[in-house]
């Protein structure tokens, strides 16, 4: 099992930057990949980022390509989502996920509960 605990969301400007982290409980937590997905009012769950067990792979939404960067600190067991130049379209819930490295929702089995990022204009 895994428990997830996201941090780090809040209101900023539009060309802020916030940066999202995510707490894993559990002492398997390195034989996970990770991912950041998001959801905003009225739509589906999306791929934000991943990134493999071992962080030497990562992939990113077109949508967030060269603004987001994805990294993990197993030592600590927490991986981070660092977000540049927000757009008022990146609002949304920012969820946290455990599971096999992809980009589907179906490839994660631990969820976190979910961070709010408000992205004003």
């Known amino acids: 099992q895994v428990q997830l605990v996201e941090s780090g969301g809040g209101l900023v400007q539009a060309g802020g930057s916030l940066r999202l982290s995510c707490a894993a409980s559990?002492?398997?937590?390195?034989?996970?990949?990770m991912g950041w997905f998001r959801q905003a009012p009225g739509k589906e769950r999306e791929f934000v980022a991943t990134i493999s067990w071992s962080g030497e792979s990562t992939d990113y939404a077109d949508s967030v390509k060269g603004r987001f960067t994805i990294s993990k600190d197993n030592a600590k067991n927490t991986v981070y989502l660092q977000m540049y130049s927000l757009k008022p379209e990146d609002t949304a819930v920012y969820y946290c996920?455990?599971?096999?490295?992809?980009?589907?929702?179906?490839?994660?089995?631990?969820w976190g509960q979910g961070t709010q990022v408000t992205v004003s204009s």
């Open positions: 996920a455990a599971g096999t490295y992809g980009t589907s929702t179906y490839r994660y089995s631990y």
């Open positions: 559990g002492r398997t937590f390195n034989r996970y990949a």
